[in-house]
């Protein structure tokens, strides 16, 4: 008679049959069943795990492992998990849409675990079972969805995560572990793709990053979702820091140009979103204070130059906060590497170490950390580079702007009016025609 283990595993094994057989269910709903192609996608993630199980089934050498999981519940999965559904709620609050996501959100969530568990028993593993691709979903779906006729490549997007999670590893601290924080590598790929070959418009992308700000006080809002990921995992410095770097630089561009660098804000809402809840993974983050003040002003200093660089190549800007994010994965053993050997050389006691370097960087309690960045946040807020009006909403602005030929002034101006003429402003029409009438700055 078998033991109940075996028969737990047993029974464990079919668990992504009927994972499937949820997704399946799913296109019952009338937000999948409007779309007959839409439908054809579920259809079609549902069928790669019940093949995939039933092939593992078929195939002895694989029996051993499959249908083994192992739970494990760690908080840095749960908790970004609750803050990522709060900016969900807020958001969606005023942006419809993203409520009208939650089923075919809840589908890559089934065939994320779905896809693991085959994708670790294929492997010989046993499944480590927990909340760690909730955050991988949310956070994905956070920066980019795509439209209803192409969304079978959501689920690939999902499967390339879980399968860089898996393939792509590295000895770090002499441990193996994942290179890529799964979401961001998922997302810079498939933002790859989708510049070179011009099919930004498959997705929602431009729509999500510029609808966070229809909710009010959407930057105080993100910036107390990330007070509790900085006083759980001590991320402050990387989100800190690349805050502080795209402050700083958008202020001296402004200074320089007379325009604002990011058009509107001195730091976009969506890239602020990305500081909090996309770089700040501990696993593929720096350990130390000066090795995550690093990682931080490298991804701060990165989004401030793809802007410029996809703005000439014509691509999408808002790609900016997505790419550097791999990269920047790939560069945390360098500088692990290059912390380590700057303590190595410096003969101080720690005790006088600790004396000698900033505030910020020192190893005493984030909450002194935390304090500095309420500051820095409080300084921009009451200065207006937050919440507040922005220069660059104001349209008399751009027209002096353009009057003096500043740089984009021209381009930024025409953009205001075509939005403002498609909500059927007929003074912004009329404006639009003189412009092309007189053909000087069109």
């Not at 922005?390 to 030929?405: I, K, M, Q, R, V």
Request: proline share 5%.
């Amino acid at each position: 008679m078998p033991s109940k283990p075996e028969k737990h595993k047993a029974a464990q094994i079919f668990i992504p049959i009927a994972i499937g057989g949820v997704i399946v269910a799913l296109t019952g709903s009338a937000r999948v069943h409007s779309s007959g192609i839409l439908a054809q996608s579920f259809w079609g993630a549902a069928t790669v795990l019940i093949a995939w199980n039933v092939l593992l089934l078929a195939a002895p050498n694989l029996r051993e492992a499959a249908g083994r999981i192992d739970t494990t519940l760690r908080a840095q999965h749960y908790i970004q998990a609750v803050c990522q559904l709060a900016v969900y709620l807020y958001w969606g609050w005023y942006w419809s849409p993203v409520y009208d996501m939650s089923v075919l959100i809840g589908a890559q969530l089934m065939f994320a675990y779905g896809f693991g568990m085959l994708l670790s028993w294929t492997r010989g593993k046993a499944y480590t079972m927990g909340f760690g691709p909730i955050p991988i979903i949310l956070s994905i779906n956070l920066f980019l969805w795509f439209r209803d006729d192409w969304f079978y490549l959501q689920f690939l997007m999902v499967a390339v995560g879980f399968l860089g999670k898996d393939f792509i590893r590295w000895t770090r601290g002499g441990q193996q572990a994942h290179i890529f924080n799964p979401s961001a590598f998922a997302l810079g790929l498939f933002s790859l793709v989708l510049i070179a070959s011009g099919n930004t418009d498959l997705t929602w992308g431009q729509e999500i990053a510029s609808t966070l700000t229809l909710a009010p006080r959407i930057y105080l809002f993100l910036f107390l979702v990330g007070l509790v990921v900085m006083y759980f995992f001590e991320i402050t410095l990387v989100a800190g820091t690349a805050a502080a770097v795209l402050f700083g630089m958008s202020a001296l561009t402004f200074q320089v140009t007379g325009v604002p660098y990011f058009i509107d804000s001195d730091i976009p809402a969506a890239v602020f979103l990305g500081l909090h809840l996309l770089i700040t993974d501990p696993s593929t983050s720096p350990r130390t204070p000066v090795g995550k003040t690093i990682f931080g002003a490298l991804y701060g200093g990165g989004v401030f130059a793809l802007y410029t660089l996809l703005g000439l190549m014509g691509a999408p800007t808002f790609y900016d906060k997505l790419l550097c994010v791999p990269l920047l994965n790939l560069s945390v053993r360098a500088i692990d590497h290059l912390v380590s050997k700057r303590a190595k050389t410096e003969t101080w006691t720690p005790s006088t170490r600790i004396a000698a370097q900033p505030v910020w960087l020192s190893p005493r309690p984030n909450l002194i950390r935390m304090g500095l960045w309420v500051l820095f946040f409080g300084v921009m807020s009451v200065t207006g580079r937050t919440d507040g009006q922005h220069t660059g909403d104001a349209l008399p602005f751009w027209e002096h702007a353009c009057f003096e030929d500043l740089r984009n002034a021209c381009d930024r101006l025409i953009q205001l009016e075509t939005s403002y003429c498609g909500d059927n402003a007929a003074w912004a029409c009329n404006e639009l025609g003189l412009h092309y009438r007189k053909g000087t700055i069109v």
